[in-house]
């Protein structure tokens, strides 16, 4: 395990060089350092202070959305979430999401599949309110067509900030069906009828082997059915739905405050809070592109993006992008290698998404 982790670590450290190569090779290094000194660094410090309380308030929503199967304080999700968070920016495959249910698993017995569950259920929040703010920024915000930055392959331009908001709407819309259907007794039913029938339907299977399917094989998968069931029973619960999709709100609102506070010490940056949001928004989707641990690279690439849509460009957008992923990342890993120790988790232990199986009921 250690030898893959460190391979990973390693391969990606080599991704971020050239993904951020790519990002601000078109800014002499002089000028981009020039820059980066002349931040007042003052204002890192309220940044990094609403940056974390949203954090906190993450930890309240995934509080909120196990509460529905299994009841944990708050200190039990808010550790597992920033190691899980720490454990995105620093290895690769986004390993902090599997590693969240897992930690769960060993400290408090939660089912890994219900864990793994109320963190797909929180990504589903995170992209409603994405796309909301997205839609809104796509009709208020002239994009000029002409408008494109090269990233290695990918062309950044509105065409591609289109088709990645198609992306992600698409999966929101499987996301939810999905819940709907899991979560929902009559059709959850059907699904494991349907599972526990295969093996009968399938006539050239012998008898003795259906037996054995039936119980190594369609049995377990049935409690994984249940268990993500138990993970998504939040969406019987109306009032915590919709304090869900507050506490999202909040989530973002104070994301986007953050961005805006270090932007009031970055010279050449005056956008507006809305503005402000905007780019984070665009970043957001850029950084769903298949990217280096931390985003190193496409974060850069879609912050001066998103910038140029407002007239600022070369070393301002790219200085200040650096400087502001620097300032939204570092803390992450500094307060999650804080969380690791507190719950004794060891990172070159956690287990990678292919690996899931092992943890889980």
């Given at each position: 395990m250690k030898q893959k982790m460190i391979g990973s670590m390693v391969a990606g450290v080599a991704i971020s060089a050239v993904a951020l190569y790519f990002a601000l090779r078109?800014?002499?290094?002089?000028?981009?350092?020039?820059?980066?000194?002349?931040?007042?660094?003052?204002?890192?410090?309220?940044?990094?202070?609403?940056?974390?309380?949203?954090?906190a308030v993450r930890a309240l929503r995934w509080q909120l959305i196990l509460k529905s199967a299994y009841r944990i304080g708050f200190w039990q999700a808010f550790h597992p979430?920033?190691?899980?968070?720490?454990?995105?920016?620093?290895?690769?495959?986004?390993?902090?999401?599997?590693a969240r249910p897992a930690i769960l698993y060993k400290r408090e017995n939660i089912p890994f599949s219900t864990g793994l569950a109320t963190v797909a259920a929180e990504r589903v929040?995170?992209?409603?309110?994405?796309?909301?703010?997205?839609?809104?920024?796509?009709?208020?915000?002239q994009i000029d067509p002409n408008l494109d930055i090269v990233f290695g392959d990918y062309h950044l331009n509105r065409e591609t900030l289109e088709k990645v908001f198609s992306g992600i709407f698409r999966l929101c819309i499987v996301l939810i069906t999905g819940i709907i259907l899991v979560s929902l007794d009559a059709t959850r039913k059907i699904i494991n009828r349907m599972i526990m029938e295969i093996p009968v339907r399938i006539r050239i299977i012998p008898l003795k082997y259906r037996k054995k399917i039936i119980e190594n094989i369609?049995?377990?998968?049935?409690?994984?059915?249940?268990?993500?069931?138990?993970?998504?029973?939040?969406?019987k619960h109306p009032k915590n739905m919709v304090l869900c999709l507050f506490l999202s709100?909040?989530?973002?609102?104070?994301?986007?405050?953050?961005?805006?506070i270090m932007s009031l010490g970055c010279?050449?940056?005056?956008?507006?809070?809305s503005e402000?949001?905007?780019?984070?928004?665009?970043?957001?989707?850029?950084?769903?592109?298949?990217?280096?641990?931390?985003?190193?690279?496409?974060?850069?690439?879609?912050?001066?993006?998103?910038?140029?849509?407002f007239g600022i460009y070369s070393k301002e957008a790219a200085?200040?992008?650096?400087?502001?992923?620097?300032?939204?990342?570092?803390?992450?890993?500094?307060?999650?290698?804080?969380?690791?120790?507190?719950?004794?988790?060891?990172?070159?232990?956690?287990?990678?998404?292919?690996?899931?199986?092992?943890?889980?009921?």
């Open positions: 078109n800014v002499p290094f002089n000028d981009l350092l020039e820059y980066i000194l002349s931040i007042n660094y003052f204002w890192v410090i309220p940044s990094v202070l609403v940056a974390l309380i949203a954090f979430l920033m190691t899980g968070f720490m454990l995105n920016c620093i290895l690769p495959a986004r390993a902090g999401e599997v929040f995170d992209f409603i309110l994405l796309i909301v703010f997205f839609a809104v920024i796509l009709s208020t915000i369609c049995t377990p998968l049935v409690s994984i059915v249940e268990n993500f069931a138990s993970g998504f029973s939040l969406v709100f909040v989530v973002w609102i104070l994301s986007a405050l953050s961005y805006y010279p050449g940056i005056s956008l507006s809070f402000m949001t905007a780019v984070m928004v665009i970043i957001c989707f850029f950084i769903a592109l298949p990217s280096a641990p931390g985003f190193w690279g496409l974060w850069e690439a879609g912050g001066v993006f998103a910038l140029a849509l200085g200040f992008t650096l400087a502001n992923h620097a300032i939204q990342m570092f803390p992450v890993i500094i307060v999650g290698m804080i969380s690791a120790v507190v719950l004794g988790v060891n990172i070159l232990q956690v287990p990678y998404p292919e690996e899931k199986g092992s943890v889980g009921n």
